[in-house]
């Protein structure tokens, strides 16, 4: 167990929806980092939040948004879903603002069917 | 913006050394880590250098260089469960989420053969 909790671990669902993608970071960690895994692509950085607050951006489209609350979980929301958005999202959390190294959580597998 | 290459797949032998290489560009470098990722689960730390030269950490090494923007990651008495993928990450520059982000590449998958 790395310290980082990812829920739910697999999500089916269908074109067009709205799934929402949960992250609690390791106890002491201020950094929230959401990357996408799709098959053929590395480990695309999406967002980061650090105490709650956007710290910086990558290639999140806008039809994905996500937040970090004050108890320093943050969640994913993926909406319009289309069949490309089929992926292993992972969510990693570091110490401080970053640094030394990630640890990331066991990822939540989503297809759209 | 930054770019990270390493290759996409390399074979080797149980008991023997692999060598995988990453050369990176970017922009507001602080380091260079590398991670090791099984499939479908989540990558592992394995190792970082900020500064020139070689880390050594049991069977796994990492070599870096920073003005050739190259570096290595050595395994030592493969495993059979070494086979996994091996993902070379630079920490800062703008792709990767700022001073503090990681941009990865797309990962070395190795293969080890009895």
């Known amino acids: 167990d790395s310290g980082v909790t990812q829920t739910p671990k697999h999500l089916i669902t269908a074109t067009g929806q709205r799934v929402t993608l949960r992250c609690s970071p390791r106890s002491g960690d201020l950094s929230v980092y959401w990357y996408q895994q799709s098959l053929d692509q590395g480990l695309q950085f999406l967002i980061q939040y650090y105490n709650g607050e956007e710290r910086a951006k990558g290639n999140i489209l806008e039809r994905f948004s996500a937040q970090q609350f004050p108890d320093l979980h943050s969640e994913l929301n993926l909406s319009s879903l289309e069949l490309g958005d089929s992926a292993l999202y992972f969510c990693a959390s570091s110490t401080t603002g970053g640094g030394y190294g990630y640890t990331f959580g066991s990822g939540t597998r989503l297809t759209v069917v | 913006g930054q770019n990270i290459d390493q290759p996409t797949e390399m074979t080797a032998t149980e008991g023997a050394i692999v060598q995988i290489n990453c050369t990176y560009q970017?922009?507001?470098?602080?380091?260079l880590f590398w991670y090791q990722q099984h499939a479908g689960e989540a990558p592992t730390f394995l190792s970082y250098n900020v500064l020139d030269g070689l880390e050594e950490k049991g069977r796994f090494s990492s070599f870096l260089s920073r003005s050739k923007g190259y570096s290595y990651l050595l395994l030592k008495e493969l495993q059979m469960k070494d086979s996994a993928s091996y993902l070379c990450a630079a920490l800062g520059g703008e792709s990767g989420g700022g001073a503090d982000g990681l941009t990865f590449g797309k990962g070395t998958h190795l293969i080890i053969q009895p």
């Open positions: 970017t922009s507001g470098f602080n380091g």
